[in-house]
């Protein structure tokens, strides 16, 4: 038995970060990953194809974009299609699950336990929605199964070991245990929520299929799932991939005007393509201006451009600073004069009160 599964597409995304003509780009390149998954599908001879949630943003999804979601499904009749609902695309009388007119051969899993869908004799899904945004409880607490044969779960949760790996903005919604998997009479799960894809003995993560924010780095996407007949698991993940999102440090140390940093980032982003976050590093004299927001136009040909300056520190003449009858000159030479501190330290301690005198927010100093 063969299962295509995908999850966290996100459709209809806001990018807000990225602007009106970038985040139309990027929905329209989610779009196109969901055309490669269904062609995954019809291609590589699967028995169902399985959505882990997240397929969309219910807040924000349009309706062409439901029209869309079930003329793909229905492309893929007469293959199952199975959908378990998540916290972005949960199921509620008003939710595009309950209102779309789905082709036959499409199953939404509506119920916060799970319910069975038997694919084949010996070969269950049991699937489970979440009913709200927040507050989903774990899918297999009190779930066992009550049939013989391979048992597969599907849904949308977080697996509690993995959380902390996956990042701080990771909420646990309907969390579980990995071991719960199996004390369940369960064979597997097939999970959605983690952006990061994992291969567990008996649970596995696909991973968004295409990138949703910088640093979603790795390969990722739907995973082919080929089970046994004693359960046993064999995953092949598939890059269908649209889009690039790229991070990039550029180093403009010592730049002595403000067209030395634009040149210096755009030879660093002439071979990129897609969007690029660009962080910029080095230390400069503090008149050298460093406007993120007007460097943001220097690569018209990317898709979008992020610049980041918080890695740019300004440096002092400090033998000059030192001549002043100020308290800032003062500050300097008492700490040249410091004979207990050693020349590294006295180098942040100088960097650190100078940025502090100069009213800087970002006192940390490498």
Request: charged share 25%; net charge negative; glycine share 10%.
């Amino acid at each position: 038995m063969k299962l295509l599964l995908f999850s966290d597409l996100h459709l209809d995304t806001a990018f807000n970060w990225a602007g009106s003509r970038a985040g139309q780009a990027r929905r329209r390149g989610i779009r196109e990953v969901l055309r490669r998954i269904c062609a995954l599908a019809a291609d590589s001879g699967v028995d169902a194809l399985c959505c882990g949630g997240d397929l969309f943003e219910h807040d924000r999804l349009s309706p062409d974009t439901g029209e869309f979601l079930r003329d793909c499904f229905a492309s893929l009749d007469p293959l199952p299609v199975l959908l378990a609902p998540g916290n972005h695309d949960w199921y509620g009388g008003a939710s595009p699950y309950h209102l779309t007119e789905w082709s036959p051969n499409v199953t939404v899993f509506a119920s916060a336990s799970l319910s069975p869908v038997a694919l084949a004799d010996g070969f269950t899904v049991w699937g489970g929605a979440h009913l709200a945004p927040a507050g989903t409880g774990n899918f297999l607490e009190r779930f066992a199964v009550d049939r013989a044969g391979v048992n597969v779960a599907l849904f949308h949760g977080s697996e509690r070991g993995g959380l902390a790996w996956q990042g701080s903005d990771k909420f646990p919604h309907a969390p579980f245990d990995a071991d719960e998997v199996a004390r369940c009479g369960l064979a597997h799960a097939l999970v959605g929520h983690y952006h990061k894809p994992q291969a567990a003995p008996f649970h596995t993560y696909p991973g968004n299929p295409d990138p949703l924010a910088f640093g979603e780095e790795g390969s990722r996407g739907p995973v082919l799932a080929s089970f046994d007949g004693d359960g046993s698991v064999c995953r092949e993940w598939f890059d269908v991939s649209a889009s690039s999102m790229t991070d990039v440090e550029v180093d403009v140390n010592g730049a002595t005007h403000s067209g030395q940093v634009r040149a210096a980032l755009e030879a660093a982003l002439a071979p990129l393509k897609g969007m690029v976050r660009a962080t910029l590093r080095g230390e400069l004299r503090p008149e050298v201006p460093v406007v993120p927001a007007d460097l943001e136009t220097v690569a018209p040909w990317l898709e979008a451009l992020v610049v980041r300056a918080d890695k740019v520190a300004p440096t002092y003449e400090i033998d000059r600073i030192a001549e002043e009858q100020t308290a800032r000159g003062q500050f300097v030479r008492d700490v040249s004069r410091a004979a207990a501190l050693d020349p590294d330290e006295r180098r942040r301690v100088l960097l650190t009160g100078l940025r502090a005198f100069d009213g800087s927010a970002d006192l940390w100093v490498e």
